[in-house]
């Protein structure tokens, strides 16, 4: 392929994440062993909170109450969209039978996990959209339990506009609880909680590596990494658009990679030259933030041809893919490894973050190559099942002796035979 790089950015240095690994370890020991008062030091220590754990049922009504009317009604707007996008993914699921063989039928069912853990962040930003994305998901999958924490702040608790939004979304259970703690409380089942059957939801570092190391006693919903976001752009886009998306998705973090592919020099520079502008309207910490990742994670890449541009875009597999070019039919359907996809200038990625509907929990790091992201799929077991009349029942003990035999497994032979004599009886 005939592409260029007009920015490049360093290899990411490869991390051990060795110190990480041994904090979250010997904070997932600690309470393992000491339980809720483990959770309570670390809540203390780490979110200087020490108030109740448990945010009571009088405390979420009062929260809830002091939200200003407009932001409820925004709040409302967001929910209303994620749900009836949930709703619509459930309908694409149903239970299903077939004979296979005369007498042999088999099935599916979709049976919901009975307790879902849901982490909503609160470091930096009050991820509002966070809480309706994990929980409401979880909700209209039919989970019977589900728990949501995220970090108090010191003095007041989670945000107020936080429990709204976890009120509304369906919340059974609110913690006041971050990081680490707050995943290894709702794994375990402390405070009331119903133990999760999986964690969901975006975290920092030390969260994503606390549902790691718990993943295989509880299911998660992917490995995450840093937030990352590409725009493929052609002649029709404007470089005002591409400039502000692109720094729009760097202010998540210093590490969040941002990557322009363009079919056109001109605009591709112009962008890079106005990019730097953009970042200095921002206010702190958010423009040092944007600017990091900028100048550290960011890529422009300039293409011969659409092809070009689709292929490379399939390359990074990006967790968040814009598409402001010609045609986006063609590129809906030939674009294959991406998060989601936002087709057209009158969409952007912070629509997907926050508001328009489909899950912003997404796969980052090139994991979209073979996942997509947070769905009512993810909350919901699919399960088989078969039965068979005596006819179906001597054909299957005669074949599976047979293979059971060749592969050197006469117990599995014995037992199939058994069910031509229990025939004959």
Partial sequence: MAISYLKKADPRPVSENNGIRDIVAIMLNNIERDGEEAVRRYGEKLDGW????????????????????????DIRFAHANILRFAEAQKATMGDCEIELIPGLIAGQRQIP????????????????????????????AGVPHITAVSP???????PDAIVYAMDISGADLILNLGGVQGIAAM??????ATPADILVGPGNSYVAEAKRMLFGRVG????AGPTDSLIIADHTASVETVAWDLVSQAEHGADSPVWLVSTERAL??????SVHTLIDSLPEPNASVARTAWVDRAEVILCDSRDEAASVSDHYAPEHLQVQAADL???????????????GKETTVSFGDKTAGPNHVLPTSGAARYTGGLSVHKFTKTVTWQRCNEEASHQLAERTARISRMEGMEGHARAAELRQKLGAH
């Fill in 220 to 223: 998660i919903d992917m490995f």
């Fill in 152 to 158: 108090p702040r010191p003095g007041t608790g989670i």
């Fill in 329 to 343: 039919d063609w590129w809906l359907n030939r674009l294959t490894a991406y998060g989601s996809l936002f087709l």
């Fill in 268 to 273: 591709a520079e112009s962008v890079m030259a």
């Fill in 113 to 140: 996990v009975s307790s879902a853990g849901c982490y909503v962040p609160g470091g930096r930003y009050s991820h509002i959209a966070s809480a309706l994305m994990t929980i409401t998901t979880a909700k209209v």
């Fill in 187 to 192: 794994a375990q089942g402390l405070f009331g």
């Fill in 50 to 73: 020490t108030g109740e754990i448990v945010l009571s049922g009088a405390d979420r009504k009062s929260a809830c109450d002091r939200v200003p009317a407009s932001l409820k009604d």
